[in-house]
């Protein structure tokens, strides 16, 4: 069974950082891509950032370039998002995402999703 588990979210000021963690377990994604996406209510689920098991390229939404910075733990089938410079419509669930060849930019390219995190930004 496949399972994505997040954390390190919660509350911080605005301008403040936070480093989300997701460890995936059942499988590797050594040919594939794990990633993040947020939502919050009354709106879609929007893609934030993924990173490329195998080579290590990166894509992030336009929203968060500059701010955040997605790595990746081979070793731990693990993937990170440092959050810098929080805003408070950075405010949502944060979910985990995982593909297990190649890469995505959409939900619908997603095989995998975590529980989510919540992250608040306060103002």
């Known amino acids: 069974q496949v399972q994505l588990v997040e954390s390190g979210g919660g509350l911080v000021q605005a301008g403040g950082s936070l480093r989300l963690s997701c460890a995936a377990s059942?499988?590797?994604?050594?040919?594939?891509?794990m990633g993040w996406f947020r939502q919050v209510p009354g709106k879609e689920r929007e893609f934030v950032a993924r990173i490329s098991m195998s080579g290590g390229s990166t894509n992030y939404a336009d929203s968060v370039k500059g701010r955040f910075t997605i790595s990746r733990d081979n070793a731990k089938n693990t993937v990170y998002l440092q959050m810098n410079s929080l805003r408070p419509e950075d405010t949502a669930i944060y979910y985990c995402a995982a593909r297990r060849v190649g890469v995505f930019t959409s939900a619908r390219g997603v095989d995998y999703w975590g529980q989510g995190t919540q992250v608040t930004v306060s103002s």
């Open positions: 059942g499988r590797t994604f050594s040919s594939g891509a």
